[in-house]
């Protein structure tokens, strides 16, 4: 083949050495604009991980690669006068410019052609000019092929939110340091990595706001270096910051960051591929350093499939299908990183372990055990001090004094909300389970809630309870709306009491335009084929078009008698014994049509903006919150983002938790969609764990992440983080009642010989309890007493 690569960043050069040494009768040249040695940035981070993939492509260039490399192991984070510090990481960097060279180096010895300092305005002159069977789009982040054929590649560029500059110092450090600096006009941070002998990287970034405030944007370049040096002091220790950018005048050396995605890398000119690589194609943002990595890899994928396939369009199809999944991940990874960089003041009131916590598993990638993979005694510490803040923060009481220092999972730490003490944070999700009759819950419910309440979690929702015939969902439904709904209720919260520790939780709700519909195996959202109600919601709607019934708005009275039926059952729950009262406004439902945007278009004060769509469920939910008991906690669900252009947005649920917390809320139990057949929405572990992340740390009061957390790694990490106080698990808890039991045997935790009280120590609790059930059982088949038979047991 002849190939042309134009552009010789490491994607270009990578590529060409490998299809080189794949088959030398490969023609290959390589068109770069710069002279040989110039190159702007510092150095580049990888991790030990693309180290060996860069092995195993080619052994000679990883070789040199690693006797240019700076390693270091440890993170350290300064934040508010102190410094956490974590290992185990295993980071490498090395010089932007000495990388390049490297691969110029190999590219000449297996006789690749460069052609430097030629600016190529015409690509497809270029690939008749060299008789191109292939052209390679490396020409980088503002890449001009990329530009002309936008139309093939569907190029997504979206800018950023902060201003970054990119220095370097010759202060040398021995750690990858992320140092956090607090000023009048906001927050800024520097990534600092040494990357040679005698040099490193020193990224300044801050927001663009905040930039502005200080006046950043009318310095002149020296102005603004004088700046971060006095800013970072502390971190220089009498080091200057140096700039390779002395062309760029006043501000420009201040840019903000491009994410580039292409849903197409692949464009067809005269028959010749023209085939976008590195960040022409793609970017990742560099807080996670991973832009460098996906170029190179990039570039051993297309060789290798070139390897694999004999036909051209084969191996094109194949790279573009492998290629996109694996950027997808780390783009997803790079954009939650990126995300937490740039809202830096969303957790600065946390003390400095937990926000060092936060900003290490802040891409989502490390989890907690992969934390204590890299370094155990840091986990072990920080688990330590979260116990001792759950401790101190809830009043538990310790058998002996002073408090011990005593570590557990981070999910099983206890909660306290108002006069309500949990046992640990995880909650069993509240999840339609269609088994009542007339709205009575039976022996079905008796068994399915009692059993995940003795499965070890600390708080069990009963599903969507529903405060009148007509606002059921389904007729299996349960309600809570006549007195024999209250008995049958309180038979299980006596179960739940008498035979656990966990605490049990309602959840009301109204069904609204998504009512009077089939249980979800015959046919989900569908009309009942007969005896249908009447549907009333926020506007006129038909949640399935075409199919569901036509709700009418809802009038003032209607309103009025529904805000009663609310009351009614709240009261009702309060009787029944319930510890925890739940508002169901999100998914569709009749309250959540009002704060919908998608589902409310009335005129009226209840229609328009936030406040006022907001202002029906507020409503509900003050006089509920009168009438039920003020030692007990109450949460509202919302549905944190419609997944619809013009509907709720993450933005709007922080402000929704705000109005919800005004008005006598507890907790917001953050879940997302189920709004509008419409939604696009994007799955993913924990991809529900922001919007909870984001209420709890920005509207300032506890919430709840819900959906995709299946493993207790999982709950770790998110409540560890500071990201939520509870997690909710559903579907988990179908397949097995005690999965918190499970994941904590899993994990290798029973809290047996722990200095916590013994409701904290579940492992051991629960053992005692199958003890005692066992001695109960044989003492009623041997007619000895429960005593006899602990005596009998313990003599063999």
Known sequence: MNIVCIGGGPAGLYFSLLMKKQNPAHRITVIERNRPYDTFGWGVVFSDQTLGNLASADEPTARAILQAFNHWDAIEIHFKGETVRSGGHGFCGIGRKRLLNILQARCEELGVQLVFETEVQDDQAIARQYGADLVIASDGL?????????????????????????????????AFTFAFRQTPYGWFQAHIYQYDGDTSTFIVETPEHVWRAAGLDAMSQEEGIAFCEALFAEELDGHGLLSNSPHLRGSAQWITFPRIVCRQWVHHQDGVPVVLMGDAAHTAHYSIGSGTKLALEDAIELARCFGLHADTEAALAAYQQLRAIEVLKIQSAARNSMEWFENVERYSAMEAPQFAYSMLTRSQRISHENLRLRDPQYVADYERWLARRAAEQTGVVFPQEPLPEVAMPPMLTPFRLRGVLLKNRIAVSPMAQYSAVDGVAGDYHLMHLGARAMGGAGLVFAEMTCVSADARITPACPGMYSEAHTQAWRRIVDFVHANSDAKIALQLGHAGAKGSTRPMWDGIDLPLKEDNWPLISASEQQYLAGVSQVARAATESDLARIEQDFVRATLAAAVAGFDWLELHCAHGYLLSSFISPLTNRRTDEYGGSLENRCRYPLRVLRAMRAAWP??????????????????????????????????????????????????????????????????????????????????????????????????????????????????????????AGSAWPKQYRPGQQQLERNLQRERQLAAASTGLTPQQVAARLLEG
């Open 142 to 174: 503002n890449s001009r092929i990329r530009t002309r054929y936008a139309a093939s590649y569907q190029p997504e560029i979206e800018q950023r939110h902060c201003r970054f500059i990119w220095l370097g110092t010759r202060k040398k450090f021995e």
């Open 630 to 751: 003020q030692d007990k906690p109450m949460s509202v669900r919302i549905s944190a983002h419609d997944w619809v252009e013009g509907g709720i947005t993450p933005d709007d649920a922080v402000d929704i938790a705000r109005l919800f917390k005004q008005a006598g809320a507890d907790l917001i139990d953050c879940s997302s969609g189920q709004v509008s057949k419409l939604e696009q929405p994007v799955y993913g572990r924990m991809f529900q764990a922001p919007f909870a992340d984001r209420v709890r740390n920005e509207a300032g009061i506890a919430s709840m992440a819900v959906g995709s957390i299946f493993e207790a790694d999982h709950a770790n990490s998110i409540i560890a983080a500071g990201r939520a106080d509870l997690c909710a698990v559903g579907r988990p808890h179908l397949a097995n009642p005690a999965w918190t039991l499970t994941e904590m045997a899993r994990i290798g935790y029973s809290g």
